[in-house]
């Protein structure tokens, strides 16, 4: 074993602005797993890189470091190549996982998707599944390749095994204003993947009024952070920057958009949720060699979605993760109102009149996610109780004329939507008196490595 460095001669070089060399990245990341340092001296040093930040060989080690720091997961040769996941930056309404992952086991590949919960204003992917009654997130490895045996795809919790410590560092960066750093971020999300050992990963990078970056380009460079990084990892990463100034689709709330989810898994839903699943699907079968490009992935992608291979691999994951068979079933063929009586619904379906007439410009995706938080579909702090029946649906879509009076957003709440609440949402309603200009595309750039790409990644996993 390596020597153990002080670590505030760490902090000190850091500070300082120097490079840190590889080995003591791992000295810093063994005292954070093992308890050796302190949580004042952790805070230290990550505030030392938040300010002076990191060259993307320090980010590099960072990142192995992490994903050392406990359990990497094992995999069947066969699967080399075809172990792909996808990671978004939150949004508002942004249910892509639940469609993506079964559309992509149903087109052959293995999906292992590892996510979060919801915090502030965006929705967690576990949340939104655990709206379904008895499905079950927590999955230990040897569970986790089981399902992914007979099943695809799996998405499940972080385990406690996994990258020990980005959970030390991620909870000491909420606390000591450097959750914004470019370094820790990209070592965050990058360790977990690649404890996942991962052939092939998109990323979600979104930007907008609603999302954790305003601009495209300092979208942009977490995106040319992280595709760099991941790549050097032997992860053949890309990045899509998507807009988020509207939510995606038309459900915001956890029930709610797991309805829609579905309405996209039968080939139908709404045509920007669909775009986008079939966007990053289709650039992760380009990715792992099982599509000539990312269009022709897309293509690919839809094909799972309008004939019924990519909700009967939903059903199936829903299966494998503890949901009762006739429950699977109820929410794979029910109607409508079958599946909303599985989910169960809030005590009331309010329908908020339009304010006067206009044409729809947008609507505001923060206004909206922000008292759907408060009506209980959200959390402020990790563990803290959800509701998932709670939500809001859209009833109108930029470019739709509205009168006065007409309806144009369905809350679904308990009771407790304020008059506050209401003024709030009626301010995320904008009315023009003219039509709207075409919108810009919601995948506004793509980010591939900037150095040759290697062939198909089924020939070359071997490296990782």
């Not at 399902?147 to 000591?176: F, K, M, N």
């Not at 579909?377 to 959800?386: L, S, V, Y």
Request: proline letters at 7%; hydrophobic letters at 40%; one cysteine or more.
């Amino acid at each position: 074993m390596e020597a153990q460095t002080p670590l505030p001669s760490l902090i000190r070089k850091k500070r300082d602005g120097e490079r840190l060399e590889d080995a003591e990245i791992r000295s810093f990341v063994r005292g954070v797993t093992e308890g050796s340092a302190q949580q004042g001296q952790i805070g230290a040093m990550l505030m030392a890189i938040r300010l002076r930040g990191m060259e993307a060989g320090e980010t590099l080690a960072l990142t192995q470091a992490m994903a050392s720091s406990g359990r990497t997961l094992a995999w069947p040769p066969a699967w080399h190549g075809l172990l792909v996941d996808k990671h978004s930056t939150g949004g508002v309404g942004d249910k892509v996982s639940l469609a993506l992952a079964p559309a992509l086991a149903a087109c052959g590949c293995k999906v292992p998707m590892i996510s979060g919960r919801g915090l502030g204003h965006t929705g967690g992917t576990l949340d939104k599944l655990e709206a379904i009654p008895g499905f079950r997130v927590s999955q230990s490895p040897e569970e986790m390749q089981h399902i992914l045996a007979r099943v695809g795809c799996c998405i499940v919790g972080q385990s406690a095994e996994l990258v020990p410590a980005d959970r030390v560092l991620y909870g000491l960066r909420d606390v000591t204003a450097t959750v914004d750093s470019l370094p820790l971020i990209t070592a965050s999300i990058l360790s977990k993947k690649a404890a996942e050992r991962l052939s092939a990963l998109v990323l979600d990078v979104k930007f907008g009024g609603a999302a954790l970056y305003p601009t495209q380009e300092s979208a942009r460079e977490l995106a040319q952070s992280l595709v760099e990084v991941g790549t050097q990892l032997g992860i053949r990463t890309a990045a899509l920057l998507t807009r988020m100034e509207q939510p995606l689709g038309r459900a915001v709330g956890n029930a709610l958009e797991v309805l829609e989810a579905l309405e996209c898994l039968e080939g139908a839903g709404p045509p920007d949720l669909r775009h986008l699943v079939t966007a990053l699907g289709g650039m992760l079968l380009w990715q792992c060699g099982l599509a000539e490009g990312a269009q022709q992935g897309g293509e690919r992608l839809a094909r799972a979605l309008d004939d019924g291979s990519a909700l009967a691999a939903f059903e199936a994951m829903l299966g494998a993760q503890g949901v009762p068979p006739d429950t699977a079933r109820g929410l794979c063929a029910g109607t409508p109102a079958q599946r909303r009586r599985l989910l169960g619904e809030a005590k009331v379906c309010e329908e908020l009149p339009a304010p006067q007439e206009g044409w729809v410009q947008q609507v505001r995706a923060l206004p909206v996610a922000r008292v759907v938080h408060g009506l209980g579909a959200g959390r402020d702090r990790a563990g803290e109780p959800i509701n998932p029946r709670v939500g809001a649906e859209l009833l109108v879509g930029p470019g739709q004329h509205l009168r006065a009076g007409q309806p144009w957003l369905r809350v679904h709440h308990e009771g407790s939507l304020s008059a506050e609440g209401r003024r709030e949402l009626q301010a995320a309603l904008c009315l023009g008196p003219e039509p709207p200009r075409d919108p810009p595309p919601l995948v506004a750039e793509t980010i591939l490595p900037s150095g040759p790409v290697r062939g198909p990644c089924r020939d070359s996993q071997d490296s990782q």
